[in-house]
């Protein structure tokens, strides 16, 4: 068995190694041309790596392909769905790390920390009261794994929370409501906190667009952990700068890194931060589990455990 690796770091690699040693894990260009029909799966470590569509080719007996994240838009290029190629992802890694963080970020908001911290800096006392969070409404537009463990955090702290998703679906955990994407427009108005967490697709390319973002009260906070593209961010920047909304912070980007001269930085009341709010102390090693469960079972023929549908693209 020879798998391929995209953008492994060696420490993943040598467990890989150590954990299969059986196996043979090569980048691209250590494989033979003569051992190319050897290689059946490959691991994809960085979302941000867009390789895999091209280097099939290259790689005609390739089965399977991992990828690293929770997302999985980077890899969903036709060639990968013409050829009908399995693929699975690092789902429930980044969960709780994702949930803290973003409970992190509503409190930050919330309590004024930001503005403490700043007061501190220029030895100046700030009193001021700040705002409570039980009671208030938080909208999920994600109702997946991590739009569940976000959910879940934010009941636990009072909120009252609602999901969106793909189609509408009974209460469960966190959530009070789920409804269908189509209702979105409904529950946005009463949200004081908005995060996003659904997967990019093209279905929900630019999903929070001008119009969506006028229906938000301007007390909201809005929260961005799913990929830029479901956000209009020159939208957001223009309600931002025009006081129309509250707050809102980025974790994802149009471009990453986020360029030094981008005007992202010095946008009143965003709090700008560099996709990182699934990377908890750990992270890699929670990776590389996930992948060698779904390496046991495909060579034993066996159901991957995060399987995901290229249809849909979650």
Known sequence: MICLLLGVPDPARDRLVRAVPDGRFLAPDEVADDERAAVDAAFLWDFRDRSIDQLLGRFPEIRWVH???AGVDHVLGPEIQRRGILISNSAGVFDQAVAEYVMALVLAHAKGLLETAAAQA?????????????????????????????????????LRVSGVRRSAAPPSGGFESIVAIDALDTVLPAA???????????????????RRLARLKPSAYLVNVARASVLDTGA??????????AGAALDVHDEEPLPADSPLWA????????HMAGDATGWEDRVVDGFLD??????????????????RGY
């Open 192 to 210: 004081d906190y908005v995060v996003l967490a659904l997967a990019a697709t093209p279905a929900t390319v630019g999903l929070m667009d001008a």
């Open 236 to 245: 957001l920047v223009e309600a931002l700068r025009a006081g129309r909304l």
């Open 267 to 274: 946008v009143p009341n965003l709090f700008v931060s560099p």
């Open 294 to 311: 779904n390496l046991r079972r495909h060579r034993a023929r066996k159901p991957l455990a995060t399987p995901i549908d290229p249809t």
């Open 122 to 158: 220029a030895r100046r006392w700030a009193y001021r009261e700040t705002r409570r969070i039980g009671g208030m409404t938080m909208v999920v537009l994600g109702a997946g794994r991590i739009g569940g463990a976000i959910a879940a955090a934010a009941a636990a702290a009072g």
């Open 67 to 69: 990828v690293g994240s």
